[in-house]
């Protein structure tokens, strides 16, 4: 019987995976490695993509608002992330914000993250303490509303210096009492947002800081007026009473040609012309 010949099988057609794994874009690697803490691969994923530095979000849900690379930073927070990113200029070309006009400094401070704080503040390209979000809120305002006063003593030291419009007003007006002015767009100070929260130990830090207790905002209201207790309403007024007998005390040792009398419970009495 006839047989045929032995044929060689044909190799099957190669395939080509139907559906190929897409690569992950670039800005959303980056952003994962910003939240997993990986300062590796954010070294290397701006390295190669040094025009991602910034990367804001642009995600609309949830909404990314827009958050730089420093932002997220900031927010986590990521000290060694931050670091690097200001090392690579991400604030060079001025103080990042997003869409509500927050910066960097303000989630760090909102979060009670000092060390970021302290780090941006010693930047020569961040910080912003000044800069007000679309409430009209700063940095210090945030950070007293939620009661980090680690924070809130950063700010108070690092706290620009008057204007010039606020120095010939009041020539003797320091860094600190300056910042501690400043009102949000309902005409709150931090010292408002530190008496509605029942924050003590900030009320305490503002008014030994100079913050002025009598000042009201839109409605007329005063910050002991938001007192979240009954027991916080008569802690924040002893603390106001402290501080008026100290600087009592104070001028009245310098009018004795005295200074640093304010060890003394008891003061001297100045008998002028009666």
Known sequence: MYAPPPTAHPSPPSRTPSNPLPRID?????????HTHSLPIVRRILSTHPHLLQNPDLTPS?????????????????????????????????????????????????NGHAEIVHALLASEDAG??????????????LAAANGFDTCVQLLLTHAPPPSSTELSADPHLTPARALLRAQDADGNTALHFASANGQLLVLRTLVAAGAEHERRNAWSWTAVSYSATVAAEVYFRALVGEREEREERERGGEGLGIKGVGGMK??????GDE
């Open 26 to 34: 670039p800005s959303l690697r980056l952003r994962r490695a910003i």
């Open 128 to 141: 912003g303490i000044g800069k007000r979000d679309t409430r009209g809120r700063d940095a210090l305002m």
């Open 266 to 271: 008891g003061g001297v009495r100045l008998v």
């Open 62 to 110: 949830p909404p990314g608002l827009s958050n730089t690379s420093l932002h997220l930073a900031a927010s986590l927070p990521s000290l060694p992330i931050t670091q690097l990113l200001l090392d690579l200029g991400h604030e060079a070309g001025g103080i990042s914000l997003n869409t509500l006009h927050q910066t960097p400094l303000m989630l760090a401070a909102k």
